[in-house]
């Protein structure tokens, strides 16, 4: 399932961060709860995602503090809205598409 | 030593330092204060990295590319307003000056372009970095070559404050180029050529058939200008030798800038 999963990895995090701004532990967490545990995903993977998203404009972050601790916090931009809604379409149609030819 | 001090050192030995690697450190320290068994879960940290190295080298170039490109179009701007403003009597250039003059903006046209092609890719080798790191600094010392060449040619205070001013700016785009050297992911993969930056595979089998492709059309190009001109020899003169000086820069320059394997 993780190896399938890293082509969707970008969208997953983006739909994450829809809902609300968490940092790269809760991200994790949520996919996973989100999943039923299906993605499971490796915390290695996940950070580079999220830098990588960043530089690309669909996320922004700042540092917040709560009880003592220093988290980065994460949240989506109008850009990555706009990308997220552009990828469930295409997510969408494709996925209709294989239901079509496997039904 | 803890997986951070790892990490750290790791993300030092490939060239990630200052406030980019103090942020992956506190991220990655952060999480493991939530969920110390996660440890084995985020991977060796060679590999962790690798990962951030391969992603921030990326980044930094495509930047560097960006901001060269910018400081070259502005050094564009000025060599057209030399040229414009300038007098033919004023012009006092040896035919080296002159070579320069004609031949290093186009070069350094090519390049910054060629460099811009490889930026919009997504992810990129190590190898497939430096062929972009070279197309970039290629476009910048080319640029800044015409600047130098054109403030001895035009000979007059305002262009050679303009040229200065534009050199300036094309040292600063180098800073971001330098920058982005420093950070040495090991990420597998071929150069790549010029063929996959422009999707055109079809020509890949015969580069050379490529190169002749675009010396035709350039020599093509700038005999019709002669003939718009009025001056339909001078044109064809021109063209031909805009061809060759196509040919002998895909022959010097090709491989060096990834335009051919």
């Not at chain 1, 739909?15 to 039923?36: C, M, N, W």
């Not at chain 2, 800044?144 to 300036?168: C, D, F, I, K, N």
């Not at chain 2, 040495?184 to 190169?211: C, H, K, M, N, Y």
């Given at each position: 399932v993780n190896e399938e999963l890293k082509g969707h990895l970008d969208?997953?995090?983006?739909?994450?961060?829809?809902?609300?701004?968490?940092?790269?532990?809760?991200?994790?967490?949520?996919?996973?709860?989100?999943?039923?545990?299906?993605?499971?995903?490796?915390?290695?993977?996940?950070?580079?995602?999220?830098?990588?998203?960043?530089?690309?404009?669909?996320?922004?972050s700042g540092w917040s503090s709560a009880g003592g601790r220093r988290r980065r916090v994460y949240r989506l931009t109008r850009r990555g809205r706009t990308k997220l809604e552009s990828r469930r379409r295409e997510w969408l149609a494709f996925s209709k598409a294989v239901d079509a030819v496997l039904a | 030593v803890t997986y951070v001090d790892e990490l750290s050192r790791e993300l030092a030995r490939r060239g990630v330092h200052g406030r980019s690697r103090r942020r992956i450190l506190a991220e990655v320290e952060d999480h493991l204060r939530s969920d110390a068994a996660s440890e084995r879960q985020f991977g060796a940290p060679s590999d962790l990295a690798n990962e951030f190295a391969a992603e921030l080298g990326t980044h930094a170039s495509r930047r560097a590319a960006v901001a060269a490109f910018a400081a070259l179009a502005i050094a564009g701007a000025v060599y057209a307003a030399v040229f414009v403003t300038l007098s033919p009597q004023s012009i006092q250039s040896s035919t080296l000056v002159t070579a320069v003059v004609v031949i290093a903006p186009q070069v350094a046209f090519v390049a910054g372009v060629l460099a811009l092609a490889r930026a919009r890719r997504r992810s990129l080798a190590t190898a497939e970095l430096t062929v972009l790191h070279r197309r970039?600094?290629?476009?910048?010392?080319?640029?800044?070559?015409?600047?130098?060449?054109?403030?001895?040619?035009?000979?007059?205070?305002?262009?050679?404050?303009?040229?200065?001013?534009?050199?300036?700016?094309?040292?600063?785009?180098?800073?971001?180029?330098?920058?982005?050297?420093?950070?040495?992911?090991?990420?597998?993969?071929?150069?790549?050529?010029?063929?996959?930056?422009?999707?055109?595979?079809?020509?890949?089998?015969?580069?050379?058939?490529?190169?002749?492709?675009v010396a035709l059309g350039v020599g093509a190009a700038v005999a019709l200008a002669g003939v718009v001109q009025g001056d339909p020899l001078d044109g064809l003169a021109r063209g031909i030798l805009e061809g060759a000086a196509c040919l002998a820069g895909f022959a010097a320059l090709g491989r060096y800038l990834g335009l051919r394997r």
């Open positions: 969208s997953l995090i983006l739909a994450v961060l829809a809902a609300e701004p968490a940092h790269g532990y809760a991200v994790l967490q949520e996919l996973k709860a989100r999943s039923d545990g299906a993605f499971d995903l490796p915390e290695g993977t996940i950070y580079p995602a999220l830098h990588r998203l960043e530089h690309a404009g669909l996320l922004a | 970039t600094g290629t476009a910048l010392a080319f640029g800044a070559a015409t600047m130098g060449a054109l403030a001895a040619a035009a000979g007059s205070t305002t262009a050679y404050v303009a040229a200065a001013a534009a050199t300036t700016l094309l040292a600063a785009a180098a800073a971001p180029l330098l920058a982005s050297v420093r950070i040495r992911p090991q990420v597998a993969g071929s150069a790549g050529d010029v063929f996959d930056d422009l999707g055109i595979e079809r020509l890949r089998t015969d580069p050379w058939r490529f190169a002749r492709l």
